[in-house]
């Protein structure tokens, strides 16, 4: 943290704590959880994780940095009577962006209710974060899922010391959107994040696109190639952040059908099962089948136009031009054609551009799928699930990210009335679900897809589901 970064905002109604590192890593090793240090005043953001973009957006006061291992706290004025309950949010980012110092990371909003303490987390990103390089051994035998390890250090810091802002250390929810949610629904498969929650939940993602072994050892292999150290990969410890940053730009696909497709040919939750350094023992998806942790209760979400944001701001890259080329997608995917042809013509209805037939078939593969599959298959072990979309407000549609202000209590910018209407329920649903006070909730699901929704018709929540599940029935999405 640099001396010089102005103190963080405040908000009413709570206390703040900025910046508590909650462990330390040395590059490519596994963290070691911190000590609290009660007497410091925790006033500054801390340093964000390396990572491509260092735009307005993060609000780095305190810059970019390997030595981004720290969390905020954020806790009602007047405190409680009893321990609350606590939330500790996950950013997404596709694994290679984001903070807690973001807005959009900033969970004062839940704290000023006072009903619980939250937390929002920094992990490792990208090159120094989500690359397999364990089975190179030596220096690098640690280097495994280590954005994992990060978030099961955070949450090891916060059963040690939540305690001290008012927290009950044994009624923890994680939750978080996107690659956090991903990530959220990666701790059922790691055995060392155990008894450290309470309750899961994902928004736009959840037990799912795990990355397969393979992929991630051949990512890492095309990487240390592009710097020149596959002789001795162990020099990766002696360049600067920057160049491995930039090299994995470089060897990583970057189109969404690849990275989300069948084989998730991206950075992620690696199932890392039997490899040197392995932190993961199953799939997210195998664990909730098993009913295993069937005392977890899980919250999985997604938007009703989840992939419309590509579509509104990334034409020119997400375009596949013409609707024979999302068949061949999808076959691809290791669906026979004939099939890939009828999911196609399903979702090509009501005047859709090929864009948007793609974006329809891709939300569903990569959101609706594993929501409502990952929520039967709780339900089915004896597990409270709740499955819930988030639909659109006052003719604006609902994409990915849409929620993201709400998750942590906070205003978008500019939002209507209807907006903030969404908005302040799916905050409260977040703390419903959090609180354990799920009588509030719509009914969990059973045997049937049952799902709440937040925002404004035309769309059907529990109908979308049941129509995904039909669509690609007996169709694997690991």
């Known amino acids: 943290m640099t001396a010089t970064a102005p103190k963080a905002p405040t908000a009413p109604g709570v206390r703040s704590w900025w910046g508590i590192p909650y462990a330390t890593a040395e590059r490519y090793r596994r963290p070691v959880v911190a000590d609290f240090d009660p007497d410091r005043p925790y006033d500054r953001k801390g340093v964000v994780a390396v990572q491509p973009d260092s735009g307005d957006w993060l609000e780095a006061d305190s810059g970019m940095g390997e030595d981004c291992l720290n969390l905020n706290v954020w806790a009602p004025e007047q405190p409680a009577d009893k321990a609350l309950p606590v939330t500790v949010y996950i950013h997404g980012g596709g694994f290679e962006y984001g903070a807690n110092t973001q807005i959009t990371s900033n969970a004062s909003g839940l704290a000023a209710t006072g009903r619980v303490v939250s937390v929002s987390v920094n992990y490792r990103l990208g090159a120094l974060g989500a690359l397999s390089l364990s089975q190179y051994g030596g220096r690098l035998a640690e280097a495994s899922n280590l954005f994992l390890q990060d978030i099961i250090a955070a949450l090891t810091w916060v059963k040690r010391n939540i305690a001290h802002f008012g927290g009950d250390p044994d009624n923890v929810t994680v939750y978080g959107h996107s690659a956090g949610a991903y990530s959220t629904f990666g701790l059922l498969g790691a055995s060392s994040a155990d008894g450290l ?13 795990s990355v397969p072994a393979w992929w991630a050892e051949e990512l890492a292999h095309l990487f240390v190639t592009e710097l020149g150290v596959a002789d001795n990969p162990e020099k990766l410890l002696d360049l600067d952040a920057a160049s491995l940053k930039d ?8 189109d969404l059908g690849v990275r989300g497709g069948v084989d998730n040919q991206a950075t992620g939750v690696v199932l890392d099962i039997g ?6 023992h199953a799939h997210p998806m195998d664990v909730l089948a098993s009913g295993a942790h069937r005392d977890v209760d899980v919250l999985l979400s997604m938007a009703s136009d989840d992939m419309g944001w590509w579509v509104a701001n990334d034409l020119d890259r997400f375009n596949p031009h013409a609707r024979d080329r999302v068949v061949d997608e999808v076959a691809g995917w290791r669906i026979s ?3 890939a042809q009828k999911i196609v013509d399903a979702y090509d209805q009501g005047g859709r551009t090929p ?9 569903d593969y990569l959101f609706a799928l594993p929501a409502a599959r990952g929520a039967l298959a709780h339900a089915a072990a004896g597990g409270n699930a709740h499955l819930l979309m988030i639909g659109p407000a006052e003719g604006a549609p609902a994409v990915h990210g849409t929620e993201m202000y709400a998750l942590v209590g906070q205003e978008q910018p500019g939002r209507s009335a209807e907006q903030a209407e969404r908005d302040t329920r799916i905050r409260d649903i977040v703390l419903d679900f959090a609180t354990g006070e799920q009588t509030r909730l719509w009914p969990a699901v059973t045997d049937k897809p049952t799902s709440g929704s937040v925002g404004s018709p035309p769309f059907e929540a529990t109908a979308h589901y049941q129509q995904a599940l039909g669509l690609w029935e007996g169709i694997d999405r690991p």
């Open 337 to 339: 054609r004939s099939r």
């Open 197 to 209: 929650y309470r309750r899961l939940a994902g928004f736009s993602g959840g037990p799912a696109r």
């Open 355 to 363: 864009a948007e037939v793609r974006a329809a078939v891709m939300a």
């Open 247 to 254: 090299a994995l730009r470089k060897v990583a696909p970057t």
């Open 275 to 280: 490899q040197p350094g392995a932190v993961v």
